[in-house]
């Protein structure tokens, strides 16, 4: 099992929270829902909870509950930059199919 960062990826996440000035790393999950059935939820984690699997990657914390692992599991995180836009993407081997806006997956 492990979830994985770009080097773009690990730079953005050491920077934010720089910024930020707290946190210890970033939170990857997913939630029913789109039309697709799953989409991501990523945020920056604060703390650390009983449920939370935590894998380091480029000296980044990344904390996945286990209900959302089995359906990330070996997902490599990328942070992309297309003109005006900047998002985190991600490359997850267990997706049979994703809607047309991107927002949302299927396994």
Do not use: H
């Amino acid at each position: 099992m492990a979830i994985s960062l770009t080097t773009a990826a690990a730079d953005r996440v050491r920077s934010f929270l720089g910024t930020r000035g707290q946190g210890i790393g970033l939170r990857l999950g997913v939630r029913k829902t789109g039309c697709s059935g799953f989409a991501y939820v990523i945020n920056y984690a604060d703390e650390t909870t009983p449920a939370d699997i935590v894998f380091e990657d480029q000296g980044v914390k990344v904390f996945v509950d286990r209900d959302s692992l089995p359906y990330i599991d070996g997902t490599e995180v990328d942070f992309v930059k297309q003109g005006l836009n900047e998002a985190f993407k991600f490359r997850n081997p267990n997706t049979k199919g994703e809607c047309g806006c991107g927002e949302s997956f299927n396994v």
